[in-house]
C-alpha cells in the first residue's frame, strides 16, 4: 500500500467479513488516526458540538434497519473494526457521520457525458474538510467471490462511500443535499456500499429506495447503455435521465423541492457553471469532463475553505470514471495542479 497521497488497496476474500477484517486490519494505522482527527473535526464543525461518545446513542438507532436489509453488511463493518483493533461502536460513528453529525455542508460536483464517439465518461469532484487531504481517502480495488470493484471510501467508512465502478459495468457517485429530518433507516454509506453489489441500473434505484435516512443524491451509469440520476428527498424519489450530459451538485433539480434552506447559493452556481461549459463544448470527450474538473469560475475546483463560510469545504480529490472499459481515474487533491492515475479493475 502506497503511503502518501490517497492510498491503494487490492483484497480479495470469500465473504463479508473476510474482506471487511482484511481492510481493517491493512488500515489499522490509519483508522486509528482518523478516529482521532475525527473527533476534533465533529466537535469543531458541527453545530451541535456534541461530545463523540455522545454520538453512539445517535448511531445505535441506525443498527436495526440495517441488520434487515443488508445483515451482510453489517457483519462486514464489525469485521473492519476487529481487524483494526478498534471498538464498533466509535467505527460506527465514521459511517454514520452525515446522519448523526449536524454539518450541514455543501460538497461535490458530479457530471456524466456521453461523448461524441459514444463512450459514457463519469466526473466528480470530492470536497470536504481540509484535514482530509490527508489520511482521508482510500482507493480499493477488491473482490468479493465473483463480484469485483475499484471504490474510493472515506477512511473508516464503508467501502464505496465517495465513488465506485463494479464489475457488471456500474459506476457512481453521490452528493450530500441539505435536509431538515431523518428517519432511522439505512445510513447513507451502507446503501452505497449496497450498490458495489447492482447488476444494473434497476437494481441499483431499488437498492437507493430501501429506507434511507436523508436527502441524498446519486449519479448513475451503466456501462455505454445509459445514465440518470436519482434524487432521494425523505424516501421520495425522482429521477433524472440525459443524453449527452447530467450535472448534479448540491440542491434538488426537481422545482416542487425547491426551498429556501436547501437551494444555496455556491450549489446553484456550481452547477450552472457545469452546464454552461458542457452546452458550450462542440464535442464532448475526457476533456470536456477535465474541463469541468478543473473550473475556478464557477469554484468546482476549489482550493481553501470560503472565506465567507466554514461550510463550504476545499476540494480534496477528482475522478473520472469509464463504466464501459472499467477504469477510474484518480487525482489526489485539486486536478487543476494535479495528475490523474488510472486504475483499471
Not at 54 to 76: D, N, Q, R, V
Not at 172 to 178: F, K, P, R, V
Not at 248 to 260: A, E, I, S, V
Request: proline residues 4%.
Amino acid at each position: 500500500m502506497k503511503r502518501g497521497g490517497i492510498p491503494f488497496l487490492e483484497i480479495s476474500a470469500k465473504n463479508n467479513y473476510e474482506f471487511g477484517y482484511k481492510l481493517g486490519k491493512a488500515l489499522k494505522k490509519e483508522i486509528r488516526y482518523r478516529l482521532k482527527k475525527n473527533k476534533i473535526v465533529y466537535w469543531e464543525n458541527s453545530r451541535n458540538r456534541e461530545e463523540f461518545s455522545m454520538l453512539t446513542k445517535k448511531s445505535e438507532k441506525f443498527i436495526p434497519a440495517i441488520k434487515k436489509h443488508f445483515p451482510h453488511l453489517l457483519i462486514e463493518a464489525q469485521a473492519m473494526a476487529n481487524g483494526a483493533e478498534v471498538p464498533f461502536e466509535e467505527l460506527f460513528i465514521l459511517m454514520c457521520e452525515n446522519e448523526v453529525v449536524d454539518f450541514k455542508i455543501l460538497h461535490c460536483t458530479s457530471i456524466a457525458v456521453r461523448t461524441d464517439d459514444g463512450k459514457i465518461l463519469i466526473g466528480h469532484n470530492e470536497d470536504w474538510f481540509p484535514e482530509c487531504k490527508k489520511n482521508g481517502l482510500v482507493v480499493i480495488k477488491g473482490r468479493i467471490g465473483k463480484n469485483k470493484f475499484i471504490a474510493s471510501s472515506f477512511i473508516g467508512s464503508m467501502v464505496g462511500s465517495s465513488v465506485s465502478l463494479n464489475s457488471h459495468g456500474l459506476a457512481y457517485t453521490d452528493n450530500s443535499l441539505l435536509y431538515t429530518k431523518m428517519s432511522p433507516g439505512i445510513p447513507r454509506s451502507f446503501q452505497l456500499r449496497a450498490l458495489l453489489d447492482a447488476k444494473n441500473l434497476k437494481d441499483a434505484v431499488r437498492i437507493l429506495g430501501t429506507d434511507g435516512t436523508t436527502a441524498a443524491n446519486t449519479l448513475l451509469a451503466w456501462s455505454n447503455k445509459k445514465f440518470m440520476d436519482v434524487e432521494e428527498l425523505w424516501n421520495n424519489e425522482e429521477i433524472f435521465y440525459g443524453k449527452r450530459f447530467l450535472v448534479h451538485t448540491n440542491h434538488p433539480l426537481l422545482k416542487k423541492y425547491d426551498r429556501k434552506y436547501n437551494v444555496p447559493h455556491d450549489s446553484v452556481r456550481r452547477y450552472k457553471q457545469a452546464v454552461k461549459i458542457l452546452e458550450n463544448e462542440e464535442e464532448l470527450t475526457i476533456n470536456s469532463v477535465k474541463k469541468v474538473m478543473t473550473n475556478h469560475t464557477g469554484g468546482i475546483c476549489d482550493h481553501e475553505m470560503n472565506p465567507h463560510s466554514k461550510y463550504y469545504p476545499p476540494t480534496i480529490a477528482s475522478y473520472i470514471i469509464n463504466p464501459k472499459e472499467k477504469w477510474m481515474m484518480v487525482c489526489h487533491g485539486n486536478p487543476c495542479c494535479h495528475e490523474y492515475k488510472k486504475y483499471y479493475l
